[in-house]
């Protein structure tokens, strides 16, 4: 079955891929019709989400950043479909950094980094970056059911220089280039919401308290690996920028956690700055009812006044 629905489909994103973005784009704005529009496809999702995090802003405000957000996300998806038909000098074109030089700064003095970036703008044309340094680019991901389009996946991510890596063969390769002295650089997406059963920390995101993956933090601490958050803007369609900040230089000398929330509070500025560019369809809020009580805040004491 696995096999018949990549026959069905492989075709479809094959002939995407090959279009020019004029045409890709003028699909994007039909596919928004449809999916807010017509489907209202997770638009209570968004709707709800935006509620309890930008509760000071009018209704107004947050149906403004729902359509932007909408339009933006079927702009990315339609843009990771043609990532498979780009060419290598095409992506970099589409993809710049401001500082590319403290990256390649740290690799010259032989430090291996670690890349983390939240859902927010475009987080795949990221991996254009394995063009511009001498590291050996890994990117931990969660394998794709379909083992067809996971290597297809797969496929594209090698066209650029990249070996992705699942979360649970991650701890192996890393320990296993660490010890033969192999330069390289991870790249992980830290912002989604871990299962109840498996979380580590919970702290505040955007207001509330959540829980929040610590994998990117323990990797960087168990292999001296600095941690590097990946500032991304949008330009304009099609066009993303990219901006590195060292999250820390002594990642083992950090207090528990320190690396995750240094992170999320980056991802924050981020989300703030323009809202409508962050994957609001996820339900990334979803236990905020559950947390544990050595996590919950104190309440503010009453004003005397």
């Known amino acids: 079955m696995q096999l018949v629905v990549y026959i069905l489909v492989y075709p479809l994103l094959w002939l995407i891929s090959r279009l020019p973005f004029k045409v890709i784009y003028f699909i994007s704005d039909g596919v928004y019709v449809l999916l807010y529009h017509i489907i209202g496809y997770r638009k209570k999702v968004v709707r709800n989400n935006l509620a309890l995090v ?4 009018t209704k107004e405000e947050r149906l403004l950043i729902e359509k932007k957000f909408f339009r933006h996300m079927c702009d990315i998806f339609l843009e990771m479909m043609k990532t498979m038909g780009m060419s290598k000098k095409e992506i970099q074109e589409r993809f710049t950094v401001t500082n590319m030089e403290m990256l390649n700064g740290l690799e010259k003095k032989g430090i291996n980094t670690m890349l983390m970036l939240p859902h927010y703008a475009s987080w795949e044309w990221v991996l254009s970056l394995n063009l511009q340094i001498i590291s050996k680019g890994y990117g931990i991901y969660q394998k794709v059911e379909n083992k067809y389009f996971d290597k297809l996946v797969r496929d594209i991510r090698g066209k650029y220089n990249t070996e992705l890596i699942s979360t649970r063969e991650s701890r192996k390769i890393l320990e296993a280039a660490k010890e033969s002295k192999e ?38 601490k168990n292999n001296d690996i600095i941690p590097v958050y990946l500032k991304v803007k949008k330009l304009r369609r099609g066009y993303y920028q990219g901006t590195f900040k060292i999250l820390t230089e002594n990642p ?21 700055e323009a809202p409508e560019y962050y994957f609001w369809t996820h339900k990334r809020w979803k236990h905020k009812d559950k947390v544990p009580k050595e996590f919950q805040q104190e309440p503010a004491e009453a004003s005397n006044a």
């Open 54 to 57: 930008f509760p000071e802003k």
């Open 183 to 220: 330069l390289l650089m991870v790249g992980i997406i830290s912002d989604q919401s871990p299962m109840v059963s498996r979380a580590k920390y919970w702290t505040d995101f955007m207001g509330i308290v959540v829980p929040a993956h610590v994998g990117g933090e323990e990797i960087c």
């Open 252 to 272: 083992t000398e950090v207090p528990d956690y320190g690396i995750t929330d240094a992170f999320l509070r980056e991802t924050e500025k981020s989300i703030r």
